[in-house]
């Protein structure tokens, strides 16, 4: 983010003007000038605060900072960029600053003036750089690279294919040992002990899969797979104590079709935000 957020500066105020035209004989023509500055900035606040807000690390509207809300980001950073509200400060201070130098090279000007407004023009060219239109946009695309890279941390995590089947191997690990025991008591023993670990390491990644469309508003389909998977494990990743004696062999082969669905999810490179949604 910049140095410090877009704020009026407390020097080009007609009240701060008000106190040092004391100094002055004759009509300067400032005050005008100066007010029409801040209509301007008034004009153009609602785009300044949604500017800000980037720069602070918010939302455009001051809320959280969301995956979900990437693609809006996007849009709303194009259109800050182009601000004509922006632009018609930037001009304003523009006409500050030009304003400011013709009336302090007057002849009649004092020293203490002169550098009064002088340091007036300063401020208003120093101001117009900050909401140049050049300026807001490096400032924005560097923001939103900054939230790029916190966004592709998520989606590595969402779609991460070789963290799934580690689990999947895990599962079918434990599985195994469960239909190992020749003992009825001891298999159903083991399976409900293990059964919710098992079955939770994979499900947290496919039910977040399955909700990320609707959730995190990432425009992603989840497959067949995924879907059967996630929905089926869900009965053994919530605290399961289901199976005993009669119905283990049942149980053991329901949750191992789900694991079995679960390995032939693609364990490719998960996406990135520009990839899914474009920007910088």
């Known amino acids: ?9 407390k020097e080009l105020t007609t009240a ?20 029409a500055a801040e209509q301007a ?6 785009d300044i605060t949604a500017i800000n807000n980037l720069y602070n690390g918010e939302d455009v509207n001051g ?7 990437y693609p809006d ?6 259109r800050l960029t182009a601000s004509g509200t922006i632009k018609n400060y930037q001009k304003a201070l523009c006409n500050v600053h030009a304003h400011c130098t013709k009336v302090a090279a007057e002849k009649s000007m004092s020293s203490k003036q002169k550098a009064l407004v002088l340091s007036m023009a300063k401020m208003a060219d120093l101001e117009s750089v900050t909401v140049n239109p050049n300026s807001i946009s ?14 592709d941390m998520i989606l590595r995590n969402l779609f ?9 191997k895990r599962a079918l690990v434990f599985l195994q040992k469960a ?7 001891n298999k159903v023993k083991t399976f409900n002990a293990g059964a919710t670990t098992a079955a939770r390491d994979i499900t947290q990644m496919l039910v977040n899969r399955l909700m990320a469309p609707q959730k995190l508003k990432i425009p992603y389909e989840p497959s067949a797979a995924e879907k059967f998977a996630g929905k089926g494990l869900i009965k053994f990743g919530n605290d399961y104590r289901g199976a005993n004696e009669s119905n283990i062999d049942k149980e053991i082969a329901e949750m191992e079709s789900y694991v079995k669905e679960a390995s032939k999810i693609n364990s490719a490179k998960p996406p990135t935000a520009k990839e899914m949604w474009g920007g910088p």
């Open 1 to 9: 983010m910049p140095e410090s957020i877009i704020e009026y500066p």
């Open 138 to 151: 490096g400032h924005l695309t560097v923001e939103m690279r900054r939230r790029t890279i916190k966004y």
């Open 41 to 46: 900035f008034r004009a153009a606040s609602a």
């Open 63 to 69: 809320g959280p900072d969301l995956i979900s809300r």
């Open 73 to 78: 980001l996007l849009v709303a950073c194009k």
């Open 179 to 185: 239909k190992s025991e020749k003992i009825a008591a």
């Open 16 to 35: 701060a003007w008000k106190k040092a035209k004391s100094l002055f004989n004759t009509n300067t023509g400032i005050s005008e000038i100066l007010r």
């Open 160 to 168: 991460d294919g070789a963290k799934l089947q580690d689990a999947v």
